[in-house]
Each structure stands twice: as structure tokens, then as C-alpha cells.
């Protein structure tokens, strides 16, 4: 089983900032990459950012320049940081995990953007 745990959302004014966290524990053997998407209500989920077991980092467009994935193998744990934050950056974001051909999901974090 693969547990991971998100933390980190919340509510921050346009142009601020958020670091969310992701950190997997259990069967985490064959990872091959972890990320974020995110979820508006209504919507499909979509890939936010990913970085892979080789360390190659992938970025949604809308977001590109302003977040930035990272990861500490030490602690099996994947990072957001979310600068220049806008309005549309608000969702529940969920971290993953893949490996072996499967995705396993963290709860999901809500991230409002709002003044």
C-alpha cells in the first residue's frame, strides 16, 4: 500500500504564494514519478506538474514560470511552490504517485486564491 499526505493548501491573496507538500510512505518501490494535479468542481482533473524518478520535471502551461516541483529522496517527498499566484490557481490539488503501471492518490488540499 501506497500512503501519501498532503499538506500545505489554504487561502492566500492574488499575486502570493503556497508551498504544497506530498510526503508517500509504504510500497513506494518502482516509483517512477510523483506530482500534482488539480480539480474545480465541474472540471476534469488536470496534470498540474509532475518530476520523474530521473529527476525531468513537467509543467501544465498556465503555470509554467510561476510553480516549481521539487523532491527530497531522503524524505519520499515531493514539493509545489506556488508564486505569482491567480485566481484560476484555486482548486483542490491531489498529489500522485505512479508506479508499475498504477496511480495512487493523496486526499486532495484546497488552495483559494482570493482577496
Known amino acids: 500500500q501506497v500512503q501519501l499526505v498532503e499538506s500545505g493548501g489554504g487561502l492566500v491573496q492574488p499575486g502570493g504564494s503556497l508551498r504544497l507538500s506530498c510526503a508517500a510512505s509504504?510500497?513506494?518501490?518502482?516509483?517512477?514519478?510523483m506530482g500534482w494535479y488539480r480539480q474545480v468542481p465541474g472540471n476534469q482533473r488536470e496534470l498540474v506538474a509532475a518530476?520523474?524518478?530521473?529527476?525531468?520535471?513537467n509543467y501544465a502551461v498556465s503555470v509554467k514560470g510561476r510553480f516549481t516541483i521539487s523532491r527530497d529522496n531522503a524524505k519520499n517527498t515531493v514539493y509545489l511552490q506556488m508564486n505569482s499566484l491567480k485566481p484560476e490557481d484555486t482548486a483542490v490539488y491531489y498529489c500522485?504517485?505512479?508506479?508499475?503501471?498504477?496511480?495512487?492518490w493523496g486526499q486532495g488540499t484546497q488552495v483559494t486564491v482570493s482577496s
Open positions: 509504504g510500497s513506494i518501490l518502482g516509483l517512477k514519478a
Open positions: 518530476i520523474t524518478s530521473d529527476g525531468f520535471t
Open positions: 500522485y504517485l505512479s508506479k508499475y503501471g498504477n496511480t495512487h
